[in-house]
């Protein structure tokens, strides 16, 4: 060698150079290597023997093995591509919120089965007055809030009137049959509703109902009712409570050891990982990664069929999706070109978008299977003949209209829909603007019938088993300017929807929504969509899940097991 | 010295007054209504109010824009309007995990791109040069997005040896933070463990945000090493009999490699801006996705503070790159 | 140290050298013949692209090859053919045999290196190469070897000129002025104590009264370590006043040699004669400057035969046949023209 | 005066070849350079091509309507066939039709954001470089603004702001795009002012208009192209990271970045659908890189390798 | 001998001032003095040196003349206007009548502009001549510098430096200006070529009437072409007079040292052979 130096040099570049290309090339290798125990599975535990590493679980001995003992904990993971903003059960909405809600908190009932029921939780039984004004609960005795203070009537009291003040979340479901005295305290463990009027589905709507532990909220009440704090803290009752709280990424819950109610399954904690590629989440359910995924579509259930140890299920679920036209504005003010379109949609290749099997087709306003929805009410199906009879009959007999679609930005069936509008409507020679927005200036934009764009799209999910819920949000003309219902409005609808949802007899009502129905079919307000299903991909190593179709995505964790 | 660091700093200030500006103004273009978002679809009039006023949006811009100065000289960012968060924590949780996919980046750009360029130089215009122009050229000109999905495909499914995205399996517990860098947190807490799997994390979203990088780092090193090799200081150090090496990886290199500084500096603060594409594919969580989230969100504050953040990331770091010259080259003088 | 004495130094014997340009080869060399004897200076003039600095060059072996390239030529330095020589071989005779220094000093120091660390480096190397260590002899530290060097580079400053050497080693080459910065480098160049320094215009980016310096030390460090120079420059001037011997070169070729009193008071060849009579001096009066007209050849295309022909007032058939080659006038002047010897029409 | 008549003697024709014989020349010589290198060949061979699909494109696309919008739900998700050579997509329409037309809305996305930043660039930057003084620190300040800004992240928020159409998503990109031509300019014409063929036009008393015009930018043409050139394929990159995000081309626009959107859900499985809009993409990026970098070599003196 | 001609040019306590910037603000704290009070003058038809070394402040008064900067202070009288008083207008007119030609023929050339262009600037700007009438004069200027009308649609680039320089006079005496600043006009040149284009700035100078303003730091070229010499040193003048005065008996201990340095081609005046 001619130069130290110089050859010092040389060497140390070829090392970092070395070393370089291994970080980057990486570190993995988990095949054989046997000196280094890589970690075979992303989801299995470091080994190493720390004898200070409290919360880890496996046990060293022999950091060839690879699985997780036996003693492990169980942990669920829920893939869901939406984040968990608010866990105020009094004001955050959305599933994922609502997910968190139902784990660390209780209502006084829960839904269970399917066809769903309202079944006991915090209240263990009650009563209702015969004109269905008068609601009585007997709760259990022995609830406990997670700072042990037991679970009052005074609590619920608490909870409700909290609810009423903030007018936020869920509150629109029963704030227009209740006011601040409606909820009185009968003793420790009785509470009286009495409602302002008759409401039919108002059992219904209660699992959405939480109590919290008044003593806690108190002290946390700051200058806002505790919203700011509640937004990330808790004051419940639930099986869970929180354990990591990281925004955008991941919540994870653990089992709270002093829950008030028996039996559940053997979870430890649960995860609610924010993956926000449904194709993202369906590779974390195939490798394992997690143990559901819940934002799946139907080309994911497709690819994931056959997948060993992932379970399928996809189930019908109380979810609307229609394309409505503005009633009061534009065009699409003559019933003529309303029907022409409904006529010229292709209705099959909605359904073929969604793939084989992952929904039906909608049959007028309600989903088929709640109460009430006719099974055999006629509605439009493709037919260009129709189509072009009604066109000839509407203001623009030749079409050369430009028609607005816009749907909510990054919503991919939305855009595809909107793709297959265009097509269609190309056979009426008329023309369509496909635009995406968010989904806030769309809300914005339903404010008023002049800014509403001809053709929205728009889900909506029934948040309790009743037709009023979808009938009222979605066609009751005091909507309008909602993004529900921006510009349907109907006097004669208007008035069987306010029958329908103050009638308390199941006969009675089925009358007035099967007449509803026709009504709208008749007006030709939207589009008909479909019913998607809900589709959830599982490994097999959950255990006890049971599929209620209403919030199915917002996974009750105290009854599942993990193999 | 001191006066021209003092002095640099001074500058930056109307920069940086400039950037709010021109964020402020940016996202106040916007034509829809955040707030809207936040209220919910079933709010009142009254209720939308009372948020505007809660988040000041119902104020005139011009006294919105210095509220937002004055809470910002406070260290205070605003609250962003979907998340309800303070913006300032928001950044603090999500920004070490991008800096940490940004370091590793520049890391490896630089640890690879410059022995690849002085290669490249050396072998000027035979097969391994034009391989390593072929290679670089191509690596600028593939979509980050493409390539993530491409490393995604090949090494996270079809090879199945590294992690799909994401900074840490959901199910272990990460080491306890110091740093917010999950890597050097591992190494402190002396889990190795936990350090190899962060590494294994890290390495395809590091790889598919340095590639660019890497590629300028050896066009520039290889460009530079060729006109220092033309330098006559190179001609007198040959002639009076030093070896190649010696000059090569002594003489040359601290000259060549002055002047590929400068990329470094600005493609660091690129890659903070450009690791968007990268952690939306990856699932990474940091100031990139957060950023996007809240540009589809149209939701201001995030937006802004993300930008300034950035902003301020790239003015620092092009100081500290104008004084590494004063390390390198003695003949800048500050004053 | 094995040779006669009587060998010239450097012998160059008829040197071809052709570069690949983007245009095409340009024929830059076309066959030269110098002779350097042992403790002689000896000038190489020439104008702008006449070959004479690729010449020093080739003498080093620092013409890159390609786009060099050597159809033919010896070039015996000491007894050996510097161009059948390895590279490992030529690194061993570059500074510690044959030392360079160029023309601006201001481009010839890395400018991020101190003084010391290049001074060192170069001492290092040499000595190491040495097969008996050189002045470091047997020290084996690194620390101390360093030190030595670093003692030997401050007295070789001093040497040259340099006060306060001690501490100005530690300065940056911008820290010097342009007289000082080409004293470094000749402390460098000395470093290796060479038989043969090649000085590439080591004045020409100097000031007249800086120039003048220079000189003086160079002359003065010739004399006092037997240094055999060759001082590469176009100022006629410069060569006049301090070489023994002078070679005159134009287009590729040495047209006239021998030493320097000969030459410039008889100049023979018409291209040294057009160009003593293009400097004006005290004598010269206004119009009766004479110059060279036309312009330098197109090396790509050289003009067949002597390529000074196109502007040779002296044209004669004959010249454009073949290269003359070189009559000796005298023992000590050599001449490569038509005009002389046998081939005189 | 023999000159004169020599001029005027001379026919039109040949008048003009003489005064241009020397352009020929400097034409001729950097074409032969630029020949040198294989791979710029490569490159104008690659640009030309996507250039020539995507002026021709709509003339033989095998199912013209579904870049229109035409949906075939019951094709989707068809591997490559002779059909359908690159398959089709979630609506069964022709991948291969969406591709080339694809190309038109990149390419004019790249042409239209280089002009509009090369225009506003260069004119605050020859302003900036000239003048200097005050003038110089405004504009150079509001430059060294924008690029301060992450400008992906700037134009995204823009894009998303003016609400997603091509036309915003040029008009979000030409705003971050316009300051390194600013500096570029300004760095050259403030260098450019201190030539001595710059000083010897100020002493023959030229204006500054004729110095701006005459000596100054025709001098600075040569880096302009190149980074131009080089900047291309960015500029289509950015395009296509907007329409990524969800900010650029709405549908049923045939946008690369778009399609590569929709496309990822489905891999790996129909692999086909988001491979070759990323293959289009990277191909036309790859050609212009290559195009730029030879045409830096012709045109870039200090760039000579 | 006839009698003296008129001055064409003097300059009087000329100064240029730059100003050295530092400290916090960066505010000037003292001045650079490139010229510091210079005065000469030139009479009509004769050529003036100006002699120095690098950073003496030679190129600043050049500049300063010109108008290319502005001095600090003094005075410039040509034909007996002070320049730095004239109007813009009168100013640009004036400028027609004094040319200058710079050291390097390679930058002082604008790459991108034909010969015709490039000698052609000063009459575009100055003269209604166009088209052919103005090709016409650039021919007949190359002519007068020893180029032909063959090069008239040349590049700068496909000239030598000699040739450049031709241009670079050419363009200088385009306007037929009374004086000519010549900033080392020779000292980029091999000495062939100086030794032409000296004879031929002295073939000009004869025949257009011309008047010099030399610069250079090479005495014997100085001595060569100029009347009278003036030797400046730090940006003053040390000392000024005839040539041959300058030359045989000189003064000033600056001009003695510069003097003895000057290498003469001769090897029987080395200074360094004992």
Request: hydrophobic share 45%; charged share 20%; aromatic share 10%.
């Amino acid at each position: 060698m001619s130069s130290t130096s110089a050859h010092r040099l040389f060497k140390l570049f070829a090392i970092v150079t070395l070393l370089t290309l291994l970080m980057a090339s990486c570190a993995p290798a988990p095949t054989p290597a046997p000196a280094a125990p890589a970690p075979a599975k992303a989801a299995e535990p470091t080994k190493a023997p720390e004898p200070t590493k409290a919360p880890e679980p496996t046990k060293a001995a022999e950091p060839t093995k690879a699985p997780a003992p036996a003693a492990a904990p169980k942990v669920l993971i829920v893939a869901s591509g939406q984040d968990i903003s608010n866990l105020d059960p009094h004001t955050g909405d959305g599933y994922s919120n609502r997910a968190m809600q139902r784990n660390v908190y209780d209502a006084l009932v829960r839904y269970e089965g399917n066809p769903p029921k309202v079944v006991p939780n915090l209240a263990e039984s009650w009563t209702i007055s015969a004109d269905g004004l008068e609601y009585t609960f007997k709760l259990v005795k022995d609830a406990r809030f997670h700072d042990g203070s037991p679970v009052t009537a005074e609590a619920v009291r608490y909870s409700f009137n909290r609810s009423l003040k903030l007018k936020k979340g869920g509150n629109w479901m029963f704030a227009s049959a209740m006011d601040e005295n409606s909820v009185s305290v009968v003793d420790d463990t009785t509470v009286k509703i009495r409602l302002t009027k008759p409401f039919a589905p108002f059992l219904s709507v209660l699992p959405w109902m939480f109590i919290v532990n008044p003593k806690v909220v108190e002290a946390n009440k700051g200058q806002d009712e505790g919203q700011t704090w509640l937004k990330d803290h808790e004051a419940g009752s639930g099986p869970f409570v929180i354990k990591r709280w990281e925004p955008g990424n991941l919540y994870e819950l653990e089992r709270f050891p002093g829950y008030w109610k028996a039996g559940g399954g053997n979870l430890t904690g649960a995860i609610w990982k924010i993956t926000r590629e449904t194709s993202s989440q369906r590779l974390a359910v195939q490798k394992g990664d997690a143990h559901i995924a819940v934002d799946l579509t139907g080309d994911d259930m497709d690819f994931l069929k056959g997948s060993p140890g992932v379970v399928l299920i996809e189930e019908p679920e109380f979810r609307t999706f229609s394309i409505k036209m503005n009633y009061q504005n534009g065009p699409f003010t003559d019933i003529a070109l309303r029907k022409a379109v409904s006529y010229a949609f292709d209705y099959d290749a909605m359904l073929a978008a969604e793939g084989e099997g992952h929904a039906v087709l909608m049959r007028g306003p309600l989903p088929p299977g709640i109460l009430g929805a006719d099974p055999n009410l006629e509605v439009p199906r493709m037919d260009l003949n129709k189509a072009k009879e009604w066109l000839a009959k509407s203001k623009y007999p030749n079409g050369g209209v430009k028609l607005s679609y816009i749907y909510v930005s990054g919503l991919e069936i939305e855009r595809k829909f909107g793709l297959i509008l265009l097509d269609s409507l190309k056979k009426l020679n008329l023309d369509l603007d496909v635009k995406q927005l968010v989904w806030t200036d769309m809300v914005a934009l339903t404010k008023d019938p002049k800014t509403t764009p001809d053709f929205f799209p728009v889900y909506q999910t029934a948040n309790y088993a009743d037709p009023d819920n979808i009938a009222y949000a979605a066609y009751h003309g005091s909507q309008n300017g909602n993004w529900s219902n921006p510009t349907y409005n109907n006097p004669k609808t208007n008035e069987l929807i306010e029958r329908g949802r103050t009638t308390l007899a199941e006969a009675e009502r089925i009358k007035i929504y099967g007449e509803f129905q026709r009504q709208v079919v008749e007006d030709a307000p939207d589009i008909f969509g479909v019913l998607e299903n809900r589709k959830l991909a599982m490994r097999d190593s959950v255990l006890n899940w049971k599929f209620v179709p209403i919030a199915s995505n917002a996974i009750e964790f105290f009854p599942l097991s993990l193999k | 010295m001191v006066y021209y660091l003092l002095r640099r700093v001074l500058f930056i200030i109307p920069v940086l007054f400039g950037l709010t500006l021109l964020t402020f103004t940016i996202s106040h273009l916007v034509p829809g209504d955040p707030v809207m978002l936040v209220a919910g679809p079933q709010a009142t009039k009254e209720e939308i109010a009372a948020l505007a006023a809660e988040f000041g949006v119902d104020q005139p811009l011009p006294t919105q824009y210095v509220r937002y100065m004055a809470g910002l000289l406070r260290g205070d960012l605003g609250r962003s309007i979907m998340t309800r968060r303070q913006v300032a924590d928001d950044l603090r949780l999500f920004f070490p995990a991008t800096l940490e996919l940004v370091l590793a980046a520049v890391s490896i750009a630089v640890l690879l791109g410059v022995p690849l360029g002085i290669f490249s130089a050396v072998a000027r215009d035979r097969a391994p040069d034009n391989l390593i122009r072929i290679f670089s050229l191509g690596s600028i000109s593939t979509p980050r997005f493409f390539l993530a999905l491409l490393l995604q495909i090949v090494f996270g499914i079809i090879l199945g040896i590294l992690p799909l995205g994401g900074r840490f399996p959901t199910l272990q517990t990460p080491p306890p933070t110091v740093t917010g860098f999950l890597t050097l947190d591992a190494a402190l807490a002396r889990d190795w463990g936990a350090l190899v799997t962060a590494l294994r994390h890290l390495t395809l979203p590091a790889f598919a945000l340095s590639l660019s990088m890497l590629a300028t780092i050896i066009r520039m090193m290889r460009a530079s090493v060729l006109e220092v090799l033309q330098q006559d200081y190179v001609l007198t150090a040959r002639a009076l009999g030093l070896p190649q090496p010696l000059i090569l990886f002594k003489y040359v290199l601290k000259n060549a490699f002055i002047s590929t500084l400068t990329v470094i500096g600005l493609y660091f603060g690129w890659l903070l801006g450009g690791s968007v594409l990268v952690e939306t594919v990856f699932d990474w969580p940091g100031i990139g996705l957060y950023a996007t989230n809240s540009i589809i969100a149209l939701d201001f504050q995030p937006i802004m503070g993300v930008t300034l953040l950035i902003g301020i990331m790239f003015v620092v770091t092009n100081l500290i790159v104008d004084l590494l010259y004063g390390l390198f080259d003695p003949r800048i003088r500050y004053t | 140290m094995m040779p006669t004495s009587d060998h010239p130094l450097l012998d160059i014997r008829d040197l071809y050298l052709d570069i690949q340009v983007f245009e095409g080869t340009l024929h830059v060399l076309n066959g030269v013949n110098l002779r350097l004897a042992r403790g002689q200076v000896m000038g190489l003039v020439g104008e702008t692209g006449c070959g004479k600095t690729l010449t020093g060059l080739s003498v080093s072996r620092l013409v890159a090859t390609p786009p060099g390239r050597y159809p033919r030529g010896e070039i015996w330095f000491d007894g050996r053919n510097v161009m059948t020589l390895s590279e490992a071989e030529m690194l061993k005779l570059r500074g510690r045999r044959i030392a360079m220094i160029f023309q601006d000093p201001a481009t010839n120091l890395n400018p991020v290196f101190r003084i010391s660390e290049q001074m060192i480096d170069v001492a290092l190397h040499i000595a190491e190469t040495s097969d008996d260590g050189g002045f470091l002899g047997r020290r084996l530290s690194a620390r101390g070897r360093r030190q030595a060097a670093r003692r030997r580079a401050i007295a070789l400053l001093e040497h040259v000129g340099i006060e306060d050497a001690a501490h100005r080693i530690d300065g940056y080459p911008h820290e010097f002025s342009g007289g000082m910065r080409q004293r470094v480098l000749i402390a460098m160049a000395l470093l290796g104590q060479p038989q043969l320094l090649i000085a590439d215009e080591p004045t020409t980016a100097l000031d007249v009264s800086v120039q003048a310096q220079i000189l003086r030390l160079l002359y003065a460090l010739v004399k006092e370590y037997h240094l055999s120079v060759l001082l590469i420059t176009h100022n006629l001037g410069v060569v006049a006043q301090v070489c023994d011997e002078v070679a005159v070169m134009y287009a590729g070729n040495v047209v006239e040699c021998g030493s320097a009193h000969r030459v410039f008071k008889s100049p023979a060849h018409p291209y040294t004669r057009g160009l003593l009579r293009s400097i004006p001096t005290p004598q010269t009066r206004r119009g009766e400057l004479m110059g060279v007209p036309g312009n330098i050849p197109n090396l790509i295309q050289p003009p067949p035969g002597c390529r000074f022909e196109p502007r040779c007032p002296h044209a004669m058939p004959i010249c454009r046949t073949a290269f003359p080659s070189a009559v000796a006038l005298q023992a000590d002047h050599q001449v490569a023209c038509y005009l002389y010897g046998e081939g005189r029409p | 005066m023999t000159a004169t008549s020599a001029v005027t003697s001379m026919g039109p024709l040949a008048h003009w070849r003489e005064r241009n014989q020397s352009r020929f020349e400097n034409w001729r010589r950097g074409f032969y350079r630029f020949r040198q290198s294989t791979l710029s060949l490569v490159g104008l061979g690659i640009t030309l091509f996507i250039f020539l699909v995507a002026v021709t494109g709509p003339l033989w696309v095998p199912y013209p309507e579904d870049a229109a919008g035409a949906v075939h739900v019951k094709e989707r998700f068809q591997p490559p066939t002779l059909a359908h050579p690159f398959g089709t997509d979630e609506l069964g329409r022709d991948i291969f039709t969406l591709v080339v037309i694809g190309a038109r809305v990149s390419l004019a996305v790249g042409v239209i954001v280089l002009l509009s930043a090369v225009t506003i660039g260069v004119l605050l930057g020859a302003i900036a470089g000239f003048f200097g003084g005050l003038v110089n620190e405004v504009i150079m300040r509001l430059t060294d603004i924008f690029l301060t800004v992450p400008s992906l992240i700037l134009a995204i928020a823009v894009a998303a702001a003016l609400g997603p159409s091509v036309l915003n998503m040029m008009l979000a990109i030409s705003l971050v795009w316009w300051p390194g031509y600013c500096r570029l300019v300004q760095a050259e014409v403030a260098s450019r002012k201190q030539d001595l063929y710059v000083q010897a036009a100020r002493a023959a008393g030229a204006s500054q208009r004729r110095i701006i015009f005459t000596h100054i930018l025709p001098n600075i043409t040569s880096p302009i192209i190149v980074k131009a050139s080089l900047d291309m394929g960015f500029a289509i990159l950015t395009a296509a990271a907007l329409g990524f995000v969800g900010v650029g081309a709405r549908p049923p626009t045939p946008e690369w970045g778009l399609m590569f959107s929709a496309a990822r859900s489905y891999v790996p499985q129909y692999w086909w659908y988001p491979i070759f809009p990323g293959l289009a993409l990277f191909l036309t990026v790859f050609g212009f890189n290559l195009l730029g970098d030879g045409l830096r070599d012709v045109l870039d003196p200090r760039a000579k390798r | 001998m006839s009698a003296p001609m008129p001055f064409l040019l003097q300059v009087e306590n000329l100064g240029k001032y730059y100003p050295l910037r530092g400290g916090f603000f960066n505010r000037p704290i003292g001045v650079i003095k490139a010229v510091d009070g210079v005065s000469f003058a030139i009479r009509e038809g004769s050529s003036f040196g100006l002699v120095g070394e690098s950073g003496s402040g030679k190129s600043t008064i050049a500049r300063c003349l010109l108008r290319l900067e502005e001095p600090s202070f003094g005075r410039i009288i040509f034909e007996g206007a002070d320049l730095l008083k004239l109007p813009a207008e009168e100013l640009r007119r004036r400028r027609a009548d004094m040319q200058i030609v710079f050291q390097d023929p390679f930058a002082s050339l604008n790459p991108r502009l034909t010969v015709r262009d490039i000698i052609g600037e000063p009459l575009v700007i100055h003269t209604p001549l166009r088209g052919e009438a103005l090709s016409a004069r650039v021919v007949e200027l190359l002519e007068m510098v020893g180029l032909g009308r063959q090069y008239l649609y040349r590049f700068p680039h496909e000239f030598s430096g000699g040739q450049r320089q031709r241009i670079g006079i050419a363009r200088a005496i385009a306007l037929n200006p009374k004086l000519i600043i010549l900033d080392e006009p020779t000292s980029a040149l091999d000495v062939s070529v100086q030794a032409q284009i000296l004879n031929l700035l002295d073939e000009l100078q004869r025949r257009l009437r011309l008047t010099y303003l030399f610069i250079s730091h090479d005495l014997g070229v100085i001595r060569y072409i100029c009347d009278r010499v003036a030797l400046i040193y730090r940006g003053k003048i040390v000392e000024e007079d005839e040539t041959e005065r300058i030359f045989t008996a000189p003064t000033a201990e600056y001009t003695r040292t510069l003097l003895a340095a000057m290498p003469i081609p001769d090897p029987d005046y080395s200074p360094y052979r004992s």
